[in-house]
């Protein structure tokens, strides 16, 4: 009798122990799922904030943009109404015609170019020829050397303007596309940025070139700028920009109206008390239109470019 009681308890004893294992292990699912929920809802919480995020940057660059063209397109009665009208009934094209009528437009486009296409080519060649001596020679005071030309980036435009006049005007070239153009060939920026991106290529590749018997120039012209053309295309993106938009320079060395840049150009349509706003913005349209063109000529590697640049081998 005491056997059989005996058995009798083990297997009660079994059978609640299975049972406990059975809600443990029911609760531990259970808790599992809350925990992949809260996980999918703690994701889906922050995808929604990134992507908000975005949407609200990109309205907020747009908008101006958008708000640029429409008022360009008002009548001058129109644009400066209270409630503003967003699209208007009248709209015209003819703030862009009179733009060509009021000012020399034409000729601020010229010169812009005159200024800018030359910079930046120079700016390409200088900036990729030191990075490549930076990047792949060794020689004494290199890092020096390299530092200092960093440290230009630190000094301000407004700080330089003073001694960059005087060795103009000494030389004559106010009212000069040389006064444009020769202070601006190179900048350090361009130097670090195709360094950085030199310094992907691999040592072999150069040597190899070497024992073939090539020379320097044609290492740097045939092996090593078709290899950094996605930093070539973003750097080119960025100078001509920055040289098309440069208004502080060219207002100081400039005094003759067919001298004038672009950037100069759109300061004649602001008056002392009056602005004629939808000639500005005709006139600020028509010159975004080369810089958004050379955008969309080298985007496709431009991104490449930003992706690979600081990446070292």
């Known amino acids: 009798m005491s056997s059989g009681n005996e058995n009798e308890g083990e297997n009660i004893y079994k059978k609640d122990g299975y049972a406990g294992k059975r809600v443990c292990l029911r609760r531990e699912r259970s808790m599992n799922q809350g925990f ?3 996980g999918k809802l703690a994701r889906r919480m922050r995808s929604v904030a990134v992507y908000g995020g975005i949407v609200f940057f990109i309205l907020f660059a747009t908008i101006p943009l958008i708000w640029m063209i429409l008022t360009s397109i008002k009548p001058a009665q129109e644009v400066m109404l209270y409630p503003p009208t967003i699209i208007s009934k009248q709209a015209t094209l003819g703030s862009y015609v009179q ?12 010169n812009s170019l005159a200024q800018t296409l030359p910079v930046t080519l120079a700016t390409l060649f200088f900036g990729a020829m030191m990075g490549y001596i930076f990047s792949k020679h060794k020689f004494p005071g290199r ?8 440290s230009s980036l630190m000094v301000p435009i407004i700080i330089r303007i003073i001694p960059l006049y005087l060795m103009v005007s000494s030389w004559g070239w106010i ?4 006064a444009l ?13 195709l360094r950085q991106f030199i310094q992907t290529i691999p040592d072999e590749l150069i040597e190899a070139a070497k024992i073939d018997g090539a020379s320097e120039f044609r290492i740097f012209f045939t092996i090593i700028i078709p290899l950094i053309v996605p930093a070539l295309a973003a750097m080119t993106i960025f100078r001509f920009m920055y040289m098309w938009n440069y208004f502080l320079w060219p207002l100081v060395v400039i005094q003759n109206m067919d001298m004038r840049t672009l950037p100069l150009g759109l300061a ?8 004629s706003y939808q000639l500005l913005m005709a006139a600020s349209v028509i010159s975004i239109l080369p810089v958004f063109a050379v955008f969309l000529f080298f985007q496709r590697h431009f991104i490449r470019g930003i992706a690979l640049t600081g990446i070292k081998a």
């Not at 733009?99 to 010229?110: D, E, S």
């Not at 009212?175 to 040389?178: K, L, R, V």
Request: no cysteine.
């Open 36 to 38: 992949l929920s809260g």
């Open 99 to 110: 733009v060509w009528h009021t000012v020399p437009f034409g000729r601020f486009i010229l």
């Open 143 to 150: 890092d020096l050397i390299f530092m200092i030309v960093l």
């Open 175 to 178: 009212d000069t596309y040389w």
């Open 181 to 193: 153009i020769i202070p601006e060939l190179t900048t350090g920026f361009a130097v670090f940025l």
């Open 268 to 275: 004649l349509f602001q008056g002392r008390y009056t602005v």
